[in-house]
């Protein structure tokens, strides 16, 4: 998981603080609608009749605009507030030389439109003579393809741009391909991937793509789209790339 930077627990608090004071703003004025719906419904119905329809009706209806503008607005406000950070490029992340990287003067990816978690993914890792060294030798360069937010305009756009930075550098002509998950933020666990290259003796590709500037943690109520799954179920379609998008 991502290691949070200690700056990180004010911004939390004060999100918090803030987002419980809405909240007890937003019961009082629902205590204040359902009073007021009673006392018309009451006019005309029995008491209890009546406490039962405005309840059902005002419940549908507030579930129906929290689902929808709320939670729209909600997320894309979160989305723009959190976006600033991805401009940040994490300490010992450099632009890469390697045809095999995305990100590189050789790739279809602009260095810029990584992101901060992309540009230290295609950054990092071990080397063909790194891994040589561990190795019995004859270590190929690992492929790292990885699509940022700003790489293109639309999801569909970012994943047809993934593959062509697949196709690009062979990735299909090596031993292993993965199309890894990111978290929110487009963060990829070293641990995970860079052991992969080294038991491959690098003989691997490995893609990624960023599909929001938020934490996983806040993209969970944020319904389909919004979430890892949907990156991978738009990767187009090619004769050697099979995706499990379920």
């Known amino acids: 998981m991502e290691p949070l930077s200690p700056l990180v627990w004010p911004v939390i608090v004060i999100t918090a603080a803030a987002t419980a004071a809405l909240l007890l703003i937003i019961a009082r004025l629902l205590r204040r609608l359902f009073r007021w719906g009673d006392g018309i419904a009451t ?25 929808g503008a709320f939670v729209n607005a909600f ?42 978690q992309g540009r230290s993914f295609v950054s990092t890792g071990p080397t063909a003579s790194e891994i040589d060294a561990t190795s019995a030798g004859g270590a190929l360069e ?44 487009g963060y990829l666990d070293p641990h995970g991937v860079d052991s992969l290259e080294y038991l491959w003796n690098g003989d691997t590709a490995i893609a990624g793509m960023q599909y929001s500037y938020l934490p996983s943690l806040d993209l969970a109520p944020g319904g389909p789209g919004r979430g890892r799954g949907d990156q991978q179920g738009h990767l187009p379609d090619h004769p050697r790339l099979l995706v499990d998008a379920s």
């Open 43 to 67: 006019r005309f119905l029995p008491q209890r009749l009546a406490v039962t329809v405005v309840a059902v009706v005002l419940t549908a209806l507030i579930w129906w605009v929290a689902s």
């Open 75 to 116: 997320f894309s406000f979160s989305n723009w507030t959190f976006s600033g950070r991805d401009l940040q490029t994490n300490a010992g992340a450099v632009e890469p030389s390697l045809a095999e990287k995305s990100g590189s003067p050789a790739s279809l990816v602009q260095w810029d439109d990584l992101g901060r």
């Open 142 to 185: 690992p492929v790292r393809a990885y699509v940022g937010l700003r790489s293109a305009d639309s999801l569909e756009e970012r994943a047809q741009l993934l593959l062509d930075e697949l196709i690009r550098t062979d990735a299909f002509d090596r031993e292993i391909l993965v199309v890894a998950t990111t978290t929110g933020t």
